[in-house]
């Protein structure tokens, strides 16, 4: 059983950083493809970054060269750091497996203001 909690939300200016966690319980973590979505209210969920078990990475083209996905297997953790912040980065971000979900926590809030 996988269960997940992210943190590392807040507020920031434009143009500023923020790195989120994703804390997962589990043994087979480390075995799981996993990612980070985000969610406006009103709009579907957005996949934003993913990385495969083995550590590759892919992500949205809003975000590539700005976001950076990474995951600490020991630590059963997965990362966002997230620079160069704009407004249309506001949403509650998630973290889950990229090809299923698994019980996740309740998201945390980035709010980037102009």
């Known amino acids: 059983q996988v269960q997940l909690v992210e943190s590392g939300g807040g507020l920031v200016q434009l143009g500023g950083s923020l790195r989120l966690t994703c804390a997962a319980s589990g043994s087979i973590f480390r075995l799981i493809d996993m990612a980070w979505y985000r969610q406006v209210p009103g709009k579907q969920r957005e996949l934003v970054a993913a990385?495969?078990?083995?550590?590759?990475?892919n992500y949205a083209d809003s975000v590539k060269g700005r976001f950076t996905i990474s995951r600490d297997n020991a630590k059963n953790t997965v990362y966002l750091q997230m620079n160069s912040l704009k407004p249309e980065d506001t949403a509650v971000y998630y973290c889950n497996g990229r090809y299923r979900d698994y019980a996740g926590g309740q998201g945390t809030q980035v709010t980037v203001s102009s």
């Open positions: 990385i495969t078990s083995g550590g590759s990475t």
